[in-house]
């Protein structure tokens, strides 16, 4: 998953330079179901390691501090839902604080908090499928500063194309990353 999101993902756009010559934490290779989860959470888990888990890439996202897609689960019956209010996967963050990992998930917030986009969840209440304000499939501007984060160029592009990522349910503390990676498949 990771070489796929990093070409098909890791790039500047025609608006946006701040990537050239940032040195960025690229990540490309999870999404979170939980962070930090309690030890009756992980048992929920447990059997569910090594299953495969489909996802589908609803939009890319992107600003001067991160890269990173909103995904929607597919439906099976072996489903992990995250817990994030967005479920994603960070593509690169910078790593400057406060642009640590955790911003992946605040830029989304921030999209939908400044009217930049509108997402519509499904029955769990995780998104579904996201539009931009002006109904367009790309938009490029400025992000409000909300307090904890800077104003921000930012820019969003509806994916058109249906790509689904198949990933593996597994645990840092219990695999590698190495070895979660090994038994993904990618269609």
């Known amino acids: 998953m990771k070489n796929l999101l990093k070409d098909k993902f890791f790039r500047s756009h025609e608006h946006s330079s701040p990537f050239y010559g940032n040195t960025r934490h690229i990540y ?5 179901i939980e962070f930090n989860p309690r030890s009756d959470s ?14 589908r890439i609803l939009a890319y996202a992107e600003d001067e501090h991160a890269q990173t897609i909103l995904v929607h689960s ?22 400057v604080k406060p642009y640590t990992a955790v911003y992946s998930n605040d830029l989304w917030k921030r ?17 579904q499928s996201i539009t931009i304000k002006d109904h367009t ?22 994916i058109n194309e249906i790509i689904d990522l198949d990933g593996i349910v597994c645990v840092g503390n219990l695999w590698e990353n190495d070895k979660c990676q090994k038994y993904l498949k990618i269609k």
């Not at 992980?42 to 996802?55: D, I």
């Not at 489903?79 to 996967?89: A, G, I, L, T, W």
């Not at 400044?114 to 769990?124: H, K, L, P």
């Not at 992000?143 to 904890?148: A, F, I, K, T, V």
């Open 111 to 127: 999209l939908v908090d400044d009217g930049i986009v509108e997402i519509t969840m499904d029955e769990y209440d995780k998104p």
């Open 137 to 158: 499939n790309e938009w490029h501007g400025k992000l409000n500063s909300n307090g904890r984060y800077e104003e921000t160029q930012a820019y969003v592009k509806i």
């Open 42 to 55: 992980m048992n929920n888990y447990k059997s569910h390691y090594g299953h495969v888990q489909k996802l």
């Open 28 to 32: 490309c290779e999870h999404s979170t």
């Open 74 to 95: 597919v439906d099976s019956n072996d489903s992990h839902r995250s817990m994030n209010k967005y479920p994603h996967v960070a593509i690169s963050v910078s790593n």
